[in-house]
């Protein structure tokens, strides 16, 4: 059981019921802290694994949800990824899941922020770590599997050997992370673009998709990642 739980009545009340919000100041420090990481640097060289595994999850849970068959998700220790479903190769249901990768981090860190505006920070850790989990079953290389198993086993320990104080830390670093990490992908890929590069990316996939242009693609990109990060800030900071 997690630390001071002791009968599954106190378990669902741990996990369903809400928490004190931590101090102001442990709020601002976690998005200090969450945006060394999303710095240019060594740093981001290995926090942007965490913004992949949100990536290719947002592909792989919209393939499954308008109803594709995912075939398997794989991270590479380069930072990129690839997401494989079948079904019909034009549509709805393709054009969401192509739209599904550079907006989920910043989407996910949106929900995030609305559970910790509402007190939800156990729940919060724990439905991260069941969609590790869920995550896990499609991972199809060695790689993709450490940097799911790492990130779940964090989440684990968390919520279930630390105090509550230390489970905000977590939370809220995790979900400025997620809000402020989401904002650099369009960037770099928009910068890859300008100089020819990703020929292939999401967005030159949503073009052949829609015969709508990349750049109006990267635009949606930029718009989710900002308005997620300004609307989620609010919430994380109690404005």
């Known amino acids: 059981m997690p630390l001071g739980i002791t009968s599954v009545a106190d378990l669902w009340d741990r996990v369903f019921g809400s928490q004190p919000a931590p101090e102001q100041w442990l709020v601002i420090a976690t998005a200090v802290v969450a945006l060394a990481a999303v710095t240019p640097g060594a740093a981001w060289r290995f926090s942007r694994n965490a913004v992949t595994i949100a990536h290719e999850g947002g592909h792989g849970l919209i393939a499954l ?13 380069d930072t990129s990824g690839l997401t ?16 599904a990768g550079y907006t989920a981090p910043s989407l996910l860190g949106l929900g995030g922020a609305w ?6 920070i156990t729940l919060l850790l724990w439905l991260a770590t069941a969609l590790l989990l869920a995550m ?4 199809r290389n060695a790689y993709g599997v450490f940097t799911v198993v790492v990130a779940g086993a964090a989440f684990v320990l968390v919520s279930w050997l630390t105090e509550p104080g230390v489970q905000a830390a977590f939370a809220y670093a995790a979900v400025w992370f997620l809000l402020l990490g989401g904002v650099r992908p369009p ?6 673009r300008r100089h020819g590069g990703a020929p292939d990316s999401d967005a030159d996939q949503l073009a052949r998709l829609t015969n709508v242009p990349p750049a109006l693609w990267l635009f949606l990109f930029h718009a989710v990642s900002l308005t997620s990060l300004i609307g989620g800030g609010r919430w994380l900071l109690g404005l």
């Open 65 to 77: 949800v308008t109803g594709r068959r995912l075939q398997g998700i794989r991270l590479h220790s």
């Open 84 to 99: 494989v479903s079948r079904g019909k190769p034009t549509g709805l249901g393709m054009i969401l899941t192509a739209a």
């Open 136 to 139: 896990l079953i499609m991972i």
């Open 115 to 120: 559970l910790l505006a509402a007190h939800h």
């Open 187 to 192: 960037f770099e890929l928009q910068s890859k």
